[in-house]
């Protein structure tokens, strides 16, 4: 158990629709990453938070977007979905605020979305 | 702008056999960690092995170890006496602490283990 929950595990949602994947980090972690990964393909980087800041932005569709909140949860909201839009979206977190105890990446189990 | 590639998009391995997979990065930062993540079927995520770039002893864990070259910018890994669980993709991950954890993953190395 890495200590990074993601909820749902699994989603089948209609095109058109919009969902909401929610991610709790490790209890101390400041930074969360969100990935999106496709059958058969490698990890591309959606966005990434800092204390509740954007970091980092890349590959993310403008119909998704992304917060953290003062708690330090995340939500990755994806709306208008389409076909292509099935995957699996994986959020991670790392200990910046840690460093003597090095820095990690650990990765949650991943939200399976399914378009249909 | 950091970069991690991995130039093996595929590869095998005999049981019981050693394979190195290999890692390479571009950053101008000095302090940074490297990770290999193994990534079985299942699709979860698993963290193989971490290195400090500060550390020169390479590490490593069981029948993982990795060949850390910095001047070099290299990061392989070997695994030692291969075994059929080890099938999996593999990614090499870059992490700059003191900038809040930006990280850069390759595109990963499918490893497949022959019986």
């Known amino acids: 158990d890495s200590g990074v929950t993601q909820t749902p595990k699994h989603l089948i949602t209609a095109t058109g629709q919009r969902v909401t994947l929610r991610c709790s980090p490790r209890?101390?972690?400041?930074?969360v990453y969100w990935y999106q990964q496709s059958l058969d393909q490698g990890l591309q980087f959606l966005i990434q938070y800092y204390n509740g800041e954007e970091r980092a932005k890349g590959n993310i569709l403008e119909r998704f977007s992304a917060q953290q909140f003062p708690d330090l949860h995340s939500e990755l909201n994806l709306s208008s979905l389409e076909l292509g839009d099935s995957a699996l979206y994986f959020c991670?977190?790392?200990?910046?605020?840690?460093?003597?105890?090095?820095?990690?990446?650990?990765f949650g189990e991943g939200s399976w979305l399914t378009v249909v | 702008a950091q970069t991690v590639t991995q130039s093996q998009p595929e590869m095998s391995v005999q049981e019981a056999e050693t394979v190195t997979l290999s890692c390479t990065y571009d950053t101008s930062e000095n302090n940074y960690y490297l990770f290999w993540y193994k990534q079985p079927p299942s699709r979860q995520m698993i963290l193989v092995i971490r290195?400090?770039?500060?550390?020169?002893q390479n590490a490593t864990e069981n029948r993982f170890s990795v060949n850390f070259q910095k001047a070099a910018k290299s990061f392989s890994l070997k695994i030692s006496d291969s075994q059929l669980g080890d099938t999996a993709m593999y990614f090499c991950a870059f992490m700059i602490p003191t900038n809040a954890g930006k990280s850069t993953f390759g595109d990963g190395t499918t490893l497949t283990v022959k019986p």
């Open positions: 991670a977190s790392s200990g910046a605020r840690e460093p003597q105890h090095g820095n990690t990446i650990y």
């Open positions: 290195q400090e770039a500060y550390k020169q």
């Open positions: 209890s101390g972690d400041l930074s």
